[in-house]
């Protein structure tokens, strides 16, 4: 079992830039994928972005070029930087990482963001 704990959310005005941590109980170095998702008032959830073991990362066209993910394996941890946020950007953030083996999805229980002036 591994367990996620976002933080870093809070109200931050458009334009501006703003960093989400997500903390692991245990290693992720078993997780061969983690990613960030997001749900808005009244919408589904969707992906923001991914990364896998390797560092390979995935975008939502929606934040492609604003937003930049990463892990440090060292510090379970994975971050999600944006920048040139939007209202639309506003939701509750999801932190998430996946083991192949098990096939187990692991979730946090989010964080809100909210870009507003």
């Known amino acids: 079992q591994v367990q996620l704990v976002e933080s870093g959310g809070g109200l931050v005005q458009p334009g501006g830039s703003q960093r989400l941590s997500c903390a692991a109980s245990?290693?992720?170095?078993?997780?061969?994928?983690m990613g960030w998702f997001r749900q808005a008032p009244g919408k589904e959830r969707e992906l923001v972005a991914t990364?896998?073991?390797?560092?390979?990362?995935n975008y939502a066209d929606s934040v492609l070029g604003r937003f930049t993910i990463s892990r440090d394996n060292a510090k379970n941890t994975l971050y999600l930087q944006m920048n040139s946020l939007k209202p639309e950007d506003t939701a509750i953030y999801y932190c998430?990482?996946?083991?192949?083996?098990?096939?187990?999805?692991?979730w946090g229980r989010g964080t809100l963001v909210t870009v507003s002036s």
């Open positions: 998430n990482g996946r083991q192949f083996a098990t096939r187990m999805t692991y």
């Open positions: 245990s290693s992720i170095d078993s997780l061969n994928t």
């Open positions: 990364i896998t073991r390797g560092g390979n990362t």
